[in-house]
C-alpha cells in the first residue's frame, strides 16, 4: 500500500502538485499518465525518498522492497561486467553474505552454549532470507532478462562501459526486473527497446506479483499490463479504476458533466451579479443585494482539467502520381566493414502505396535498411532501384540533431528547398504540420520534441513525396500526439516504410512487415497481428544468439515440439504457393509462344489482317503484364515461406 496525504511540492513558485490524497492497494497495477512535465516523475521520486514533498507525506509499508530503474548508472558500475552489473540485483543480498561468513567465522570459535544456539538461529533465518531472495538463481535470471532483452551471450562478460547509454538503460532495466522488489516503478522502460523487447518485457511484467506503477507512453503496455489509471494534471492526481481505455472513455464522461456543472455555475454567477447590480443602488433592496451577494460568495468556481487532446495539426499533401513499385532491392550486399556483412543477396521489394513497418532487434539492421532505401548508403554488391516518378522524403532518428537551434521554423523549412525553388507554399505547409501564425517565428531552440517531429514532416512535404521513410518518428511524442500522426499515415495514399518500438503504432499503420532477423530479411504480407500469428507458427522471431547454457528443462523437446507444429502448418502454404507458381510459369511460356507466332506473321510479309493481329498484340502484352505482376508477387510469398521452414529446420533441436 502506498498512501499520498496531502501532498504538495511547487518549482520556481508553482505548484506541481497539491493537496495530492490519493491511494494505491497491494498488488495494483497502475498506469500513470498526464501531459510532460505535470509531475509524473515528481510523484516517484516522492516514493523513493528522492524528493521532499514542501508539505504532506508518503506512507509506504515499513518493510517493503523498492525497485525503479535508475536513468543514470554510477561511475562505479560502469566498469563491471555487463552479467556482473546486472545479477547484483539485490543489495540487501551483500549484507547478508557478509553478516553470514561473519557468524560462521565466530560459530568455529564459539563454545558457550548460549551463544552458539543465538548464532545458529541467526544464521539460520539469514540462509532461509537469502535463499527466499533468489540469490542462488540471480545469475541464471540476468543471463535469461538480458538475452531477452537483445544482448548477446557472447557480450555478457565485457564491461558495461563498452556499451551505449541506450543499451546500459536496458542493463538497468534487466535488474530492476529481476530484483524481486514489492513496489516497482518503471519510469518510461520502453524508451530503450525494440518491438521484440518490449513484447517480452510485456510477457514478464505479466507475471510480476508486486505492486506495479507505470510511466509510460506505450499505449500497448498501458493496457496489457495496468488495471488502474493515475492522471497527473495541473496539481492534481486523479484516480481512475481502469486501463488507460477505460480512463479515455472515463475522462471524457467527466470532461462532459464537469462543462455542464460550469456552464450551470457561470450562468447563475451572472444572475446573481445582474441582480446585486440591480439592488445596489436602491436604498430599499441594500438587504437582497447583500443576500445575493453571500449566495454570490458561495458559488466554487468549477475548474476544468487541462485538455490531453494533442493541439497541433497533422495533414500531409496528397502526393505526386507514381509507377506501381516503389523500390526494389536486387542481390544487394551491405556490411559497415567487408567481413562482417549485414545483408547478403537481399532482393525484396515495396508496392506503391504499402504501409511498411521493419522489425526486430536492435542491431539487426533496421535502420541500416532505411538508409539504403534513402540512398543515404550505397550497397557493397547490388543495387536499390526507385520506383517510376518516385519522391523519397527520408525523416532520421537523430533529425532533431540536425535542426540549427538558432533558425526559425519558417527558415528551417526553406532550407530544405533547392536554392532556386519557389517559397510560396511554405507557409501552407507550415498551417498544415500546426504552425501558424507568431508560431512560424518561434526558433528551433525553443521547441519541443513533438514540434521538432512536426517540423521535420514540413521540411519533407515542402516538396511532397510519395515514399516517405520514418526512423522511429514517435520517440519524442506523447500518447495523443502519436494518435495523430498514425491517423496522417493511415490516410496518406503515398507509400511509407518505417520502423518503430511503438507496438500499438506498428499496428495501427502497418500493412506488410519486414522483419529482421539473423536469418535475414523475411516479409510477411499483413499487418501486425497477421505478422505474431505466423511468426508464432514458426517458432517467433529467434534471438541474436540463442541462450543455450541455461535452457530450462524440456526446453530442447518443447523446441522440437513447436518445429514439428511449425512444419505442419507452412507445409500446405508452401505446396500450395509452388503450385501457384509453377502455373503461372507454364501461363507465361504459353503467352510468350503465342506472342511469338503474331510476330512472326506481322514480319513474314504474306497478306494478313493487321489490325486484327495488332490488336490481339496489344491485349497479349497487357495479359503478359499482368501474368508476369502475379508471377513476381507469388514468387516472393514462396520465398519468404521457404526462409520460413529453412529457419524451422535449422534451429537448435
Request: proline residues 5%; negative net charge.
Amino acid at each position: 500500500m502506498i498512501d499520498f496525504r496531502n501532498l504538495s511540492k511547487t518549482y520556481s513558485g508553482s505548484y506541481i502538485l497539491k493537496d495530492v490524497n490519493c491511494r494505491i492497494n497491494t498488488g495494483e497495477r497502475v498506469g500513470v499518465v498526464g501531459p510532460n512535465g505535470a509531475g509524473k516523475s515528481t510523484l516517484f521520486g516522492m516514493i523513493t525518498g528522492e524528493v521532499v514533498p514542501d508539505a504532506g507525506t508518503v506512507v509506504i509499508p515499513r518493510d517493503s522492497r523498492l525497485g525503479i530503474m535508475r536513468q543514470h548508472i554510477p561511475e562505479a558500475d560502469l566498469d563491471r561486467t555487463l552479467l556482473e552489473f546486472t545479477a547484483d540485483a539485490i543489495p540487501e543480498l551483500k549484507l547478508y553474505s557478509a553478516e553470514l561468513t561473519a557468524i560462521e567465522d565466530k560459530l568455529a570459535d564459539c563454545d558457550d552454549d548460549d551463544t552458539l544456539e543465538s548464532l545458529l538461529k541467526r544464521h539460520g533465518f539469514l540462509q532461509s532470507a537469502i535463499e527466499h531472495l533468489g540469490a542462488y538463481h540471480l545469475d541464471v535470471e540476468a543471463k535469461q532478462a538480458l538475452t531477452s532483452l537483445g544482448f548477446p551471450v557472447a557480450k555478457l562478460e565485457e564491461p558495461l562501459n563498452r556499451f551505449s547509454g541506450g543499451w546500459q538503460m536496458r542493463a538497468a532495466l534487466a535488474r530492476v526486473l529481476i530484483s524481486r522488489p514489492d513496489i516497482l516503478l518503471l519510469d518510461e522502460p520502453s524508451n530503450y527497446l525494440d518491438i521484440p523487447a518490449v513484447e517480452w518485457l510485456c510477457r514478464f511484467l505479466a507475471n510480476y506479483p508486486g505492486t506495479l506503477m507505470l510511466i509510460s507512453h506505450d499505449r500497448f503496455l498501458l493496457r496489457k499490463l495496468t488495471s488502474i489509471t493515475l492522471e497527473v494534471n495541473r496539481g492534481t492526481v486523479t484516480r481512475y479504476a481502469g486501463n488507460y481505455d477505460f480512463y479515455r472513455t472515463e475522462r471524457e464522461q467527466r470532461r462532459i458533466a464537469l462543462e455542464a456543472a460550469k456552464r450551470n455555475a457561470d450562468h447563475k454567477k451572472e444572475q446573481l451579479e445582474r441582480m446585486i447590480d440591480r439592488f445596489r443602488a436602491k436604498s430599499t433592496k441594500a438587504a437582497a443585494a447583500k443576500s445575493a451577494q453571500k449566495k454570490l460568495d458561495r458559488i466554487e468556481d468549477v475548474q476544468l482539467a487541462d485538455t490531453l487532446d494533442y493541439h497541433g495539426v497533422i495533414r500531409f499533401p496528397e502526393p505526386p502520381p507514381a509507377g506501381a513499385e516503389a523500390a526494389r532491392f536486387e542481390h544487394v550486399d551491405f556490411g559497415y566493414t567487408p567481413d562482417k556483412l549485414l545483408f547478403h543477396d537481399l532482393s525484396m521489394d515495396i508496392a506503391s502505396g504499402d504501409k511498411l513497418a521493419i522489425i526486430g532487434y536492435n542491431g539487426m539492421g533496421k535502420t541500416t535498411l532505411l538508409k539504403l532505401l534513402a540512398g543515404v548508403l550505397t550497397p557493397l554488391a547490388g543495387r536499390v532501384v526507385p520506383g517510376h516518378r518516385i519522391v523519397i522524403g527520408y525523416q532520421a532518428q537523430e533529425f532533431s540533431e540536425l535542426l540549427n537551434d538558432a533558425l526559425s521554423v519558417y527558415d528551417a523549412v526553406k532550407q530544405a528547398l533547392p536554392p532556386d525553388a519557389s517559397t510560396a507554399n511554405i507557409a501552407n505547409v507550415l498551417g498544415s504540420f500546426g504552425f501558424s501564425g507568431d508560431a512560424m517565428k518561434k526558433t528551433c531552440g525553443v521547441l519541443s520534441g513533438g514540434e521538432k517531429i512536426r517540423l521535420q514532416m514540413a521540411r519533407i512535404f515542402v516538396r511532397p513525396p510519395n515514399l516517405l521513410i520514418l526512423d522511429e518518428p514517435t520517440t519524442h511524442l506523447d500518447v495523443a500526439a502519436r494518435e495523430l500522426l498514425q491517423e496522417a499515415l493511415r490516410k496518406y495514399t503515398g507509400t511509407v516504410v518505417f520502423v518503430s518500438h511503438d507496438v500499438e503504432f506498428v499496428r495501427s499503420v502497418a500493412q506488410t512487415i519486414w522483419e529482421v532477423s539473423p536469418a535475414g530479411v523475411t516479409k510477411y504480407f499483413g499487418n501486425y497481428d497477421y505478422y505474431l500469428e505466423k511468426s508464432a507458427a514458426s517458432g517467433g522471431m529467434p534471438a541474436p544468439v540463442a541462450p543455450e547454457p541455461f535452457d530450462v528443462p524440456g526446453g530442447a523437446k518443447e523446441r522440437r515440439r513447436q518445429r514439428a507444429r511449425a512444419r505442419g502448418a507452412i507445409a500446405g502454404e508452401l505446396r500450395q504457393a509452388r503450385r501457384d507458381v509453377d502455373a503461372l510459369e507454364q501461363q507465361l511460356d504459353a503467352q510468350a509462344a503465342r506472342k511469338a507466332v503474331l510476330v512472326a506473321k506481322l514480319a513474314s510479309g504474306e497478306k494478313v489482317d493487321f489490325a486484327k493481329l495488332n490488336t490481339e498484340l496489344a491485349a497479349l502484352e497487357k495479359s503478359i503484364a499482368a501474368t508476369e505482376t502475379a508471377w513476381e508477387t507469388r514468387a516472393l510469398e514462396l520465398e519468404a515461406l521457404r526462409q520460413e521452414n529453412d529457419r524451422i529446420n535449422h534451429e537448435t533441436p
